[in-house]
């Protein structure tokens, strides 16, 4: 049986467009892995027959020595021949080559480093670190997935089942979350309830508030508001609120979210914002959201606020992490079985790092 890659190379464009489509753009690293010299890395590879089962391997060096000339020979015999002669004492000095000399080291520790980092790129083990031996090659799931003639869902599946055993857990959590913002309509569900909201980021994000954070940090939650901007308070809260004797006015500003913890440990108030570009529990906003509370006979300590962000890598965190309310907590949907919880011992007290960690 031939492979794929034995006689037609795709050229680096194809490479690519190919590795942007295979590795989510939140990964860590994720440019390195992505993005030109990560392309002509990955065809260097193949060029070299740099792949699991194959006998080939390279060294950084060999991706600056390539030439746009050189790339187009893809018979085996003038590859396996290319191959030996940039691994021999004398190398082509071709003015043509793809970079200069002193480049290896960034396509080592970047490119070659970020690609290994997601299971896409192996090298042999037990070369020294100072060795000039030829050590890395791709993983041959990843090298089918470079395959020109694999597309639609045939190369969809392929990417779903080769993203479940490489990418971390967060990298997959977040590729759900876009995947969702594209839909038409975005159900939120808990309870019996079925509840649509508008399609969008904030939505995306409220759905995973919802049915995550609250599960994950919450014993018995019960959803008392969702607010859109088309739609303060929707019908069917009605009820629960009036249930509890909260002084809502839709006229306000209110919060995205509320959620009563109503289980065994206590009675709690849990405001929610849904960050997406701006609008975390800033110490005004929680001043605020104490007199809705105050308003309704609910003391503070029966209230707590949470920021929800996609990543901590988001921009939108790090365009207003500054501004979060001490006192308050921040949750990342991409890493749901964490939160942060920003103390302020000027308010509990003096508090020891051992009484903290003892908390």
């Not at 759905?207 to 995550?212: D, L, Q, R, S, Y």
């Amino acid at each position: 049986m031939t492979n794929w890659y034995e006689h037609a190379l795709p050229d680096v464009d194809f490479i690519k467009d190919r590795l942007q489509t295979i590795i989510p753009d939140n990964v860590e690293n994720a440019n390195h892995a992505r993005n030109i010299t990560a392309a002509r890395t990955v065809f260097v590879m193949l060029y070299a027959y740099a792949i699991d089962g194959e006998d080939g391997r390279i060294r950084p060096s060999m991706v600056t020595i390539m030439t746009d000339r050189q790339s187009l020979e893809q018979t085996r015999s003038s590859r396996e021949k290319w191959r030996a002669l940039v691994l021999g004492p004398k190398k082509p000095n071709d003015t043509e080559r793809w970079y200069s000399e002193n480049t290896r080291e960034p396509i080592r520790d970047d490119t070659i480093a970020s690609l290994r980092g997601i299971g896409a790129v192996d090298e042999v083990s037990g070369v020294p670190t100072t060795s000039s031996k030829p050590r890395y090659f791709l993983a041959r799931d990843f090298a089918n997935l470079l395959d020109p003639s694999l597309n639609g869902e045939e190369l969809e599946e392929l990417i779903t089942i080769w993203r479940a055993a490489h990418l971390a857990k967060g990298a997959l959590i977040l590729q759900g979350l876009r995947e969702q913002e594209l839909r038409s309509e975005i159900f939120v569900e808990f309870g019996h309830v079925k509840h649509p909201m508008s399609p969008g980021k904030s939505s995306v994000l409220t759905k995973a508030a919802v049915e995550t954070f609250a599960q994950n940090f919450m014993e018995k939650p019960e959803v008392l508001l969702i607010s859109e901007s088309a739609e303060k308070v929707h019908w069917q809260f009605g009820k629960l609120l009036e249930r509890l004797k909260l002084a809502i006015n839709p006229k306000k500003t209110l919060p995205d979210l509320i959620i009563a913890e109503t289980g065994s440990s206590g009675f709690r108030l849990v405001f929610i914002e849904i960050v997406h570009s701006d609008g975390p529990i800033s110490n005004t906003r929680k001043r605020d959201l104490l007199a809705l509370a105050e308003a309704s006979d609910l003391k503070e300590e029966e209230c707590t606020f949470v920021t929800v962000f996609s990543s901590r890598s988001d921009a939108a965190y790090r365009k207003v992490q500054s501004s979060i309310a001490w006192g308050s907590f921040v949750w990342f949907a991409d890493e749901p079985e964490r939160i942060v919880h920003l103390i302020d011992t000027e308010s509990t007290g003096k508090k020891t790092l051992n009484d903290l960690l003892n908390k």
